[in-house]
């Protein structure tokens, strides 16, 4: 708690020296970088400590302040760090008093609202100005400053419930999340929509022509024709020449409207998906209890646990620990790992140094401060939370650089294909506007018309031309992918697949190997000690047969064994309370776990091995609550968990005055450190032996058998000093596993505990599907040999007979790159791993041109997560670094979850395909059906108008990509290998199709269209005749394309077009639609559509010539790929590289670097790599709403951000909140200059 009286600054404190504004360098330990730089002396100045910068007043203005500070004076500890501010609002007792907290016990979770108050000079050394330069004045907010200002108007108004738990210090300190970036409202959505090229080119020529079909209805008289018996009067078509305008505005307003609903639908999704992201537990001390609770529930005072592999979501204070040490790199450029020093004890320090006494001379290494953004690479400990949310370090910063998502690699590639497709349109539609306007100009001298009806007729044409451009252009292709990619993720959401890094959901479907964590992954991770051997006394379980009968290899016990096997009741009644006490004080030091509630049950949280022998024993050890037995073992030095020596430390004070090291970890290792063995478990005395090389052999044969009934074996020994640290390790004042190595001998061997671990009921057929989809499982475990090869061997990775091998790490890293090369297609299980073999590991693979998925949990697995392909984090036992690091985190640990990842990454990438293999069909019949029969046409007239062709783009765009790109993955996916990394869009099989289905649909069409008069018997002579063939082909040609969709639900050559239709909803009810549309325009289009009623007769022709493409899909399969690609050798489908401006040098260079720097595509920063609503991106010849999704490299466009960041608070605190545009101002209260 706070001193009762708090320090009286002495003069020396205050010393004209001290007072010194313009001495930033002896007045703070670091720079604004985190670069720490020693001054030649040190000096405190309070006077100057919690000045606020220019433009953060508001944070320091709080009305009905009940805590002793306000956000912006807390703000002031960092960036850069400031042991003067530290000091000034009066260490951490002063914080704990003025925050109304306890280090110890941490909120009560009761808390509402805060009863009394607390006085900023209560806590401060007397004589410290509560504002710094601007004394007890409380700054004011400025008026030109209009963010500021409405900061300030906000902080006074409370957005949060009276009654509601914490009310109080969320109204004064914010709540740790930061505001949601704004969401474009319909009508921005819209207009970006509407803001193309095309489609406002087509608004203006309906304008046009809307005015002089109105003028030519309404403004001219329309004077009788004669016309032939039978026939409807010609004024009747002159009173609707204004529709055809309406009309195309009508169609091009529902574009405009399913575009919008569309991107609207996939903001929301994406929205979800990053809400659900950022969400995670952290464990907090409330009411004196350890408890896991959101990290959006985090308040300021609240104690936080630190542990090795966290990221510190919130800014604070240190409070107690063993070895912290942080990675600040992220948060401040820091490259060294810093080293955390109690608050109590840097606050000593500054105390004796306000009374005048020198200053250490390593005062820079002074840092109790917890940096948010930051990762925990070493150590536990607690910390005192201090600023969340906006007024965090990682808050501001993130605040200030927003970036939206750059597109996967899939959409690059379909935006590049859709531009080549739409200059592919454009020439066509160009060359017509030519033809036409030439036949149109010819015309002309013998033309009867008057000029508005010439005028409408040229605008015909030019419509026409125009429309040719719309249906040719595939917006719908990235609209496909974007539609592909937002249904999955949200899919495999639910199948606890919780995808970060957008591009590797496509990545995904092209995995060929897979590796694979044991524990918690293929196993369940509910872990129970169901063996143990005690030194040479006695034992209890272990008895099965074990699994792994590789010849040469021992796997039963020696006859040598003494030692007896009881059950374990009578284990337990066998055991002194001295050994008792022994082993428990051994689980319970050495151990991170903590008591706490998990639905609803008591239970441990924490490492499920730690778990497993805390609940030993708990049950069977008569262990006292795990917190109470940890507070009476007086605990001096932790040596945290070391994966490359496998095993961590804890030296605890015995009564008598020695030391006791108890060590916990992988049990050979220990063994072999061990020289004595624990004896007659029953005596309350506590006895060893020297240990035998038959007791080692022994030990070491359980060890075996133990591992080959599939058990993890986990050691336990301790050794006894008279002092601590011991002479071996005199002036070491902080521990590593290295530095522990060198007293980790002459150990006395305790117990080695076999812990079960069942494998997931779904892991055998998951990796039975691995195996179809021609995927390779490799695991990768930290168990010994033995235990590693009985489960691979179970599950079904583990194939000797086939060839498959199984290492240990320490052998498999001294392999060079050519043996590795040779060695891991065969490698199967690589056991005793360290994380620096599993990165080994997938650089081996990806070198063989492998696409990597790995599984990682641990802080140093995070290179491994990142080198990878698609790196899978374990969302229940992973540290947050990992998660940081992967790609995708797999909610519920399950290996099946994987599969189902690869079953939707396949599902993204054919559903793609399948909509480009329809997509380029119709584009192609379109097209060609518009040219020929507007060129053959006497009146420069298509038979398929440009209000029809609108529909017939609106179905095969929008409602199309919503049906094919909805198709969720069936079983028969998995039959077949993956795709290569260099395999094209359009392979074989989609190319025979599109070009028969082409071929089938133009000869059906134009058939139609010039014979079908002939054939049908209409008189062309005859108006009404003349539009029910129009009317006729038109609808023909839609039910060529609804029927034609169903043949694009299949890629591969087998027939049954139906599978798993019945389980994507959306397919039926879009096409239910379609179908519906259709009818209704054929009934009521009329002059809107230029067609009239079919009848019965008409109806059957169309629907029957439509199911043509389904029998002739049949026959295109059955044609063999061979014959099709040899048919086709010199056909070039649309390049992806389409550039011109570009070399071909320049194009093979770009290829190389792309391929050079695929391993670091995951690897960008993951903040700025979260998805965004990417929406519907077009391509560059629709204008503005693909432009302003693709953008030059995504590393330089991060790097200009940092940079404007920087430039912001160059030299000071990035508390700076002025408004965009003024210039940054610096630490010293100038303006920044700008680069």
């Not at 500021?148 to 914010?174: E, P």
Request: with cysteine; aromatic share 6%.
């Amino acid at each position: 708690m706070a001193d009762p009286d708090p320090p009286k600054l002495e003069s020396a404190g205050l010393s004209p020296a001290t007072k010194e504004r313009d001495a930033p360098s002896t007045a703070t330990t670091t720079t604004g970088n985190g670069d720490h730089k020693a001054s030649s002396k040190f000096h405190l100045d309070v006077e100057d400590a919690l000045t606020p910068d220019p433009g953060t007043e508001d944070m320091f203005v709080v009305e009905n302040n009940k805590f002793a500070y306000s956000p912006g004076q807390l703000a002031k500890f960092f960036n850069p760090k400031s042991l003067n501010a530290f000091f000034a609002v009066g260490g951490l007792a002063g914080l704990e008093k003025g925050l109304q907290t306890n280090r110890e016990s941490g909120l009560s979770v009761d808390e509402t609202s805060v009863g009394s108050s607390v006085a900023f000079e209560e806590v401060a050394p007397k004589g410290v100005p509560k504002y710094g330069s601007h004394g007890d004045t409380e700054p004011t907010v400025k008026g030109d400053n209009p963010a500021a200002a409405a900061a300030a108007a906000n902080a006074t108004t409370s957005t949060h419930d009276a009654g509601g738990a914490f009310a109080d210090r969320k109204r004064i300190f914010k709540e740790n999340r930061l505001p949601e970036k704004k969401s474009k409202s319909l009508l921005q959505l819209a207009w970006i929509t509407y803001n193309d090229k095309i489609l406002i080119l087509l608004t203006a020529a309906a304008v046009v022509s809307l005015a002089l079909g109105l003028y030519q209805t309404f403004g001219v008289t329309h004077e009788p024709e004669p016309v032939a018996p039978g026939q409807p009067p010609a004024e009747e078509g002159a009173k609707v020449e204004w529709v055809e305008g309406v009309a195309i505005m009508v169609a091009i307003i529902i574009v405009v409207v399913v575009g919008t609903l569309n991107d609207w639908q996939m903001e929301r999704q994406f929205n979800k998906l990053n809400k659900k992201h950022n969400d995670r537990t952290v464990k907090v001390i409330r009411s004196g209890k350890s408890a896991e609770i959101s990290v959006f529930d985090i308040v300021v005072g609240d104690v936080m646990h630190l542990s090795q592999g966290d990221m510190v979501p919130v800014d604070g204070i240190f409070i107690s620990g063993h070895g912290v040490k942080c990675d600040e790199s992220s948060a401040t450029g820091e490259s060294d790992l810093l080293k955390k020093i109690s608050g109590e004890e840097v606050y000593r320090i500054l105390e004796a140094i306000s009374r005048g006494e020198e200053a250490p001379h390593d005062i820079e290494k002074l840092d109790p401060f917890i940096i948010s953004g930051s990762k925990v690479n070493e150590g536990t400990g607690t910390f005192l939370v201090t600023a969340v949310g906006v007024n965090s370090c990682y808050g501001r910063t993130m605040m200030s650089l927003h970036t939206e998502t750059e597109d996967t690699p899939l959409q690059k590639k379909l935006n590049r294909l859709a531009d080549g497709i739409a200059k592919f349109g454009g020439g066509a539609a160009l060359l017509l506007f030519v033809v036409l306007f030439i036949k149109f100009l010819a015309s002309l001298p013998g033309s009867q018309d008057t000029p508005d009806q010439k005028g409408q007729t040229f605008l015909r044409l030019f419509i026409t031309a125009v429309t040719v451009v719309v249906v040719a252009v595939p917006e719908g292709l990235p609209l496909a992918v974007t539609l592909a990619l937002a249904f999955a993720t949200t899919r495999m959401m639910r199948d606890n697949n919780l995808v970060r890094v957008l591009k590797a959901c496509e990545t995904m479907g092209n995995a060929t190997t897979v590796c694979s964590d044991k524990t918690g992954t293929l196993t369940q991770n509910k872990m129970t000690v169901v063996a143990t051997t005690l030194g040479k006394s006695i034992s209890f379980g272990g008895t099965d047969a074990p699994l792994d009968d590789d010849p040469g290899i021992k796997t039963e016990k020696s006859a040598a064994n003494t030692v007896p096997n009881v059950p374990i009741t009578e284990f337990t009644q066998g055991l002194s309370n001295t050994v008792k006490r022994l082993l428990v004080q051994a689980n319970a030091v050495n151990s991170t776990a903590f008591e706490g509630e998990s639905e609803g049950e008591k239970t441990f949280i924490g490492s499920k091995t730690e778990v497993a022998l805390l609940v030993l024993s708990r049950d069977h050890l008569g262990s006292a609550p795990v917190q109470e037995e940890r507070a009476n073992s007086n605990i001096v030095q932790v040596v945290p968990f070391d994966s490359a020596v496998k095993y961590m430390a804890t030296v605890v004070k015995l009564p008598d005055g020695r030391f006791r090291a108890y060590v916990k970890g992988a049990s050979e290792i220990l063994l072999g450190k061990c020289s004595k063995v624990i004896v007659d478990a029953s005596s309350e005395e506590l006895s060893a032996v020297d240990m035998t090389e038959d007791d080692r052999e022994m030990f070491a044969e359980t060890i075996t058998s133990y591992a080959g009934q599939t058990l993890r074996t986990i050691g336990s020994s301790y050794r006894d000093f008279e002092s601590w640290p011991p002479p071996e390790l005199a002036g070491q004042t902080e521990l590593t596993a290295a530095e522990f190595d060198k007293v980790h001998k002459d150990m006395t061997l305790l117990a080695i505990f076999g812990i079960k671990d069942p494998l997931r009921p779904t892991v055998k057929k998951a990796i039975g599907d691995c195996k179809r989809a021609h995927v390779k499982v490799r695991m990768v475990t930290g168990d010994n040999l033995l235990t590693g090869r009985a489960i691979a061997k179970e599950c079904g990775i583990y194939n000797p007979k086939e060839g498959g091998i199984a290492m240990e790490g320490p052998v498999f890293r001294r392999k060079t790159p050519e043996e590795l090369k040779e060695l891991v297609p065969k490698l199967e299980v690589l056991a005793r791993s360290s994380p620096e073999d599993k990165r080994i590991l997938v650089k081996t693979l990806k070198d063989l041109g492998e696409t990597v998925a790995v599984t990682g949990d641990g802080t140093n697995d995070a290179p491994a997560l990142k080198m990878a392909d698609i790196g899978f984090a374990m969302g229940i036992a992973g540290t947050e670094v990992a998660k940081e690091a992967a790609a995708i985190i797999l909610m519920d640990d399950n290996f099946a979850s994987i599969v189902k990842g690869i079953s939707w990454g396949r599902a993204v990438n054919d559903a793609v395909k399948k909509f480009l293999q329809f997509q380029l069909t119709v584009n192609v019949t379109a097209v060609v059906v518009t040219f020929v029969t507007a060129v053959a046409s006497d009146k420069e007239e298509s038979v398929l108008n440009a209000v029809q062709l609108l529909w017939v783009n609106l179905i095969m765009d929008t409602f199309a990509a919503l049906a094919l790109a909805t198709d969720p993955p069936t079983d028969s996916i998995l039959n077949r290998a993956p795709d290569k990394k260099t395999a094209p869009l359009i392979n074989t099989r989609m190319g025979k199709m599109i070009i028969g289905q082409a071929i089938c649909q133009l000869a059906i069409t134009l058939v139609l269209h010039f014979a079908g008069p002939t054939l049908m018997g209409y008189d062309m002579t005859n108006l009404d005749q003349q539009e029910h063939m129009k009317t006729l082909v038109f609808n023909t040609f839609v039910w060529l394309q609804i029927f034609n969709q169903l043949n694009s639900r299949r890629l591969d050559n087998h027939l049954n077009i139906l599978e798993g239709i019945t389980r994507n909803r959306f397919y039926i009810v879009i096409n239910l639609i379609m179908i519906g549309g259709q009818v209704l325009i054929i009934f009521v289009g009329g002059a809107a559509f230029g067609i009239r009623p079919l009848t019965g007769k008409e109806w059957g022709i169309s629907i029957g010539l439509g199911a043509i493409s389904v029998p002739w899909g049949i026959l295109i399969r059955k044609f063999p790929d061979a014959w099709a690609a040899a048919l086709t050798p010199h056909i070039k489908f649309p390049k992806l590289r389409l550039r011109k401006s570009r070399k071909k040098d320049d194009l093979e260079k770009t290829s190389e670097d792309a391929e050079a720097q695929k391993s670091k595509d995951l690897a960008t920063d993951s903040e700025s790599e979260r998805f965004g609503p990417p929406l519907r991106t077009l391509t560059s010849i629709r204008g503005k709403r693909a432009s302003t999704h693709i953008r030059r490299g995504f590393r330089e466009y991060m790097h200009d951000k940092k940079t404007q960041v920087k430039d912001k608070v160059v030299g000071g605190s990035t508390t700076n909140v002025a408004p965009e545009g003024a210039a940054p101002v610096n630490g010293t209260g100038g303006v920044a200059k700008k680069a």
